[in-house]
């Protein structure tokens, strides 16, 4: 859909919601917000098109503690939605060949106080924080984070492969609960899958198999099926070389109390892959 050509039954359909849904969801705002900042932690594209659908433009930014705080920001006359925005007045950004984020500028720090080794890693020669992210700068020089640097997959193959954006379009399916993108020096890029334990009640009911568990339907055929629609969804957004080839529903969900998500609610990566060894070698046997 492009903007300025909107369908005429895609306009009475978002009228009919909006009376329906975001006008309710704008009253508990406050029924005037127009605009909110959103930081610290990814957004994410779905929910920044939910939000602008709602009537409340969410414009996200980007910073680290080392930037001081906000080093890119979307604002009310210039945004994208899925961007973090352009670089504040006075900072400079750019892509390394590796794709991480490079960041310039007085809101960057001096340097971490009395450790000169920590300093030599995380500066360029020519001045430039390493901020540990990976990203993209579009022709308009909106930056787009696509991932951390250290969860970076690697193939056998050499191709470098974030997960974070194939993992995010996957838990847009409202069966799927948390997504583990694998494949550090394996042949192809594989993924373990957990279900939502709410969302598959009422499926198990409409396709007959009502009172089943997650753990029974791990191996169901039918579901299987569904998931796959969401990977095939999920890998139209990448290259080949990195979609998803093979995937693992898991009998259980990802948790605090089980260790896997930290208290921000983000993926253990390193617990879900020594926990769930056994699982990650069936896909690529």
């Not at 920001?73 to 670089?87: A, D, E, F």
């Not at 006075?90 to 809101?107: F, N, Q, R, S, Y």
């Not at 974070?164 to 550090?184: F, I, K, M, N, Y």
């Not at 983000?266 to 896909?283: D, T």
């Amino acid at each position: 859909m492009e903007e300025g050509h909107i369908s005429s039954a895609l306009r009475i359909k978002h009228a009919l919601f909006d009376h329906l849904v975001f006008a309710k969801l704008r009253a508990v705002m406050g029924g005037n917000v127009d605009a909110a900042i959103s930081g610290g932690a990814p957004l994410g594209e779905r929910l920044g098109h939910f939000y602008r659908g709602a009537g409340v433009r969410v414009l996200e930014g980007y910073g680290l503690t080392e930037t001081t705080a906000g080093a890119t920001l979307n604002l009310t006359q210039s945004s994208k939605v899925g961007s973090v925005g352009r670089p504040l007045p006075g900072t400079t950004v750019k892509i390394a060949d590796d794709g991480e984020v490079l960041i310039k500028g007085p809101i960057v720090m001096r340097g971490y106080w009395q450790n000169d080794a920590a300093n030599k890693e995380v500066f360029t020669e020519d001045g430039y924080f390493r901020s540990g992210d990976l990203g993209k700068l579009d022709d308009n020089g909106f930056l787009y984070i696509v991932g951390r640097k250290k969860e970076l997959i690697v193939t056998s193959g050499g191709k470098n492969v974030a997960p974070a954006p194939l993992e995010d379009r996957l838990r847009a399916h409202p069966l799927v609960s948390q997504c583990v993108v694998v494949g550090d020096n394996k042949p192809y890029i594989a993924a373990l899958i957990t279900v939502d334990a709410d969302a598959i009640k009422g499926w198990a009911a409409t396709n007959n198999k009502g009172g089943a568990t997650v753990a029974d339907l791990a191996n169901d055929p039918a579901l299987i099926a569904v998931i796959q629609t969401a990977v095939d969804e999920a890998n139209k957004s990448v290259s080949k070389a990195e979609s998803i080839r093979k995937f693992k529903i898991l009998p259980v969900d990802f948790s605090i109390a089980g260790g896997q998500l930290t208290a921000k609610m983000s993926i253990k990566r390193h617990v879900v892959q020594k926990e769930f060894a056994n699982e990650i070698e069936s896909l690529y046997n």
